[in-house]
């Protein structure tokens, strides 16, 4: 399922926070959304799945135009903010996820042993989630994003929190799922996770400023650090003001 | 949306302070309103003025069960003085002295602390002794002092109507009522509304903060982003919670009769019944509210925008004595529905037959606000 955006904006009260967004995110790939705090990463993802609305402009799942509701059963959204439900245990947050999702009964207890061992929680899989520490409540909300092997993914900052040792892992899980034909959408602050990427999109000021490969990409810079490609897009609006 | 209900009945049970607030907190707080409105035995203190009361009363009002003692010449001079200096004293009678008002009118102006009821003019609450004092006070009544007009003064008042009807026992005035007996404790008379208050008020925060909570946690909007219908995630909160809902009112109601032993004419089972159409109301409306807050204490900063005002209308007032046709707002409460199905079958021994409007209006209720809360949930998801 190829993923297209077309002129999509959007703005909270009058505030722009995206502006004439087009990309297309073919099926396969892993896609990098890279911009300083605040630029609209997180609403982009959002107005992916139809949790906000856009004011102009569409985006279309192959030939499903968003917000579709049965589209959703092959989304698997992980919200930035860890939304899972601290009063119950790490595992019957995700029965509930996969009851949701109407997984069958036998099929969703491999699942679940499967994301749990992904994401190393198998031993706290009974703690209730108000004991569980930052880092594991992210992995329990990756874990529940996983859960019923959706066709894309949208993971808002997945890896923030999350050790060396298991970003790797998790990191190698996704291009496992990748090799399946999943496509996946990450937002990251850590550059170095680009190198993980297939493609990767720049948000600055509302807008895409650039997207494409990341080789490509970085053979624009002078260094060989995507961050360079944002610091010339500071100092050339900063030229802009000034002149 | 079974897994939802499941889910919200597990996240109740883990949480110890709303299984707390559920169960415990009415339990504890219907126990203690019925200690605070059972019938006391207070003993109220009567002082008498033996030389202007005629003697045959003074014998009588000795023989009341009230501590009754000759009133020192000090009360006597300046009753009002006296009284704010003896709290304890309930009432003083003394015969009218003619060197003093006896008026209604200008007794009041001795200010608010002290009032005197003078028997002639006291209406029903010495309806014995209307007739009385023709034959007792010598045709000139009596003055009563008090303190203030409460509970225990009143309590001294019927010790001496009940002196003078002992004395002319043709002005004995004998109540029948139709439902109850008259000598009903407070509790037993509104017992019957205090478990429907505190019903519709536990669940209403329960629910209200259960939702609050998930949206603020941003697990609703998570939620959302599966492919639940709208309707599901409404039908499956009111469910999860209706359980506990429905679980307190059997505990309520049960407690309330059977451990505080509020008679009840009717079915138990039929009050049972309104009290948890009560409660799954008050789940649909803690959702609704929980719109419009955003923290669980904007919840309870609700409570008294929507609950209190609810509470004047369940019954502890009588609507017909509201002014401006103010009472008729009690058709836009539940609470209002509920606990007048409860009084009815508790009270008046009603069945089915005769309450059913008051059921139909409660299931309207919770289904009008569900209908609410899912156009309300469009906020996340248009689909
Ligand atoms: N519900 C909302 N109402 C009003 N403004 C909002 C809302 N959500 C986001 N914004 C604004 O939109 C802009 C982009 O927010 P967004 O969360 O998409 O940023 P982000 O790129 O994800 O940032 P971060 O890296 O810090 O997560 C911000 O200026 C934010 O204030
Ligand atoms: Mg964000």
Known sequence: MDIRLKEVSKSFGKVPVLKNVSMEIRQGDIICLLGPSGSGKSTLIRLMLGALAADSGEIRFGDTRVPNLPLLGNVGYMPQNDAVYTDLSGEANLTFFGRLHSIPRALLKERIEAVLEMTDLTCDRNKLVRDYSGGMKKRLSLAAALLHEPEVLLLDEPTVGIDPVLRKKIWEAFRELQARGKSIVVTTHVMDEVAWCDKAALLYGGEVIEYGAVDELLKKTEQGRIEELFFRASSGEREEVSS | ?383
């Open chain 2, 1 to 383: 949306m079974r897994a939802l209900a499941i889910r919200v009945v597990t996240q109740i049970r883990n949480d110890r302070r709303s299984m707390a607030m559920l169960i415990v907190a009415p339990v504890f707080v219907l126990t203690l309103i019925f200690f605070l409105l059972a019938d006391s035995d207070y003993v109220p203190k009567i002082l008498v003025d033996e030389d202007g009361v005629p003697a045959p009363l003074v014998q009588a009002i000795y023989e009341q069960d009230a501590a009754v003692e000759a009133c020192p010449a000090e009360a006597l001079g300046e009753p009002e003085k006296y009284l704010r200096g003896h709290p304890d004293v309930d009432l003083i009678v003394t015969a009218p002295k003619l060197s003093q008002e006896t008026d209604g009118q200008g007794i009041d102006g001795n200010g608010m602390i002290s009032s005197v009821v003078d028997v002639q003019g006291a209406g029903s609450q010495t309806a014995g002794g209307q007739s009385a004092p023709g034959e007792t006070g010598g045709g000139e009544g009596l003055d009563f002092y008090m303190l203030e007009s409460n509970v225990k003064s009143r309590d001294a008042i019927s010790a001496i109507s009940d002196a003078q009807v002992s004395l002319n026992p043709s002005s004995e005035v004998r109540t029948h009522t139709v439902y109850g007996s008259a000598d009903d404790s407070t509790f037993d008379s509104l017992g019957y509304i205090f478990p429907g208050v505190f019903t519709f008020f536990f669940v209403f925060i329960i629910s209200g903060m259960t939702l609050v909570r998930e949206r603020s946690g941003g697990t609703l909007e998570r939620l959302m982003m599966t492919p639940i219908r709208r309707f599901e995630v409404i039908m499956g909160y009111s469910m999860g919670i209706g359980v506990f809902a429905a679980i307190q009112a059997v505990v309520i109601v049960c407690y309330t009769i059977y451990v505080l032993r509020l008679e009840s004419l009717g079915s138990v089972a039929l009050i049972i019944l309104a009290m948890m159409l009560l409660a799954f109301t008050a789940v649909s409306f803690g959702a609704l509210v929980s719109i419009f807050a955003t923290t669980e204490f904007q919840i309870v900063q609700f409570i008294p925008v929507v609950v209190v005002p609810q509470v004047f209308f369940s019954g502890i007032i009588p609507l017909e004595t509201i002014p401006y046709g103010l009472g008729n707002l009690c058709y836009i409460m539940p609470m209002y529905y509920g606990c007048r199905a409860m009084k009815e079958i508790a009270v008046y021994g009603y069945g089915l037959q005769d309450i059913w409007p008051y059921l139909v209006a409660l299931v309207c209720y919770a289904l009008a606000l569900g209908v609410l809360n899912t156009l309300a949930l469009r906020k996340y998801r248009v689909v």
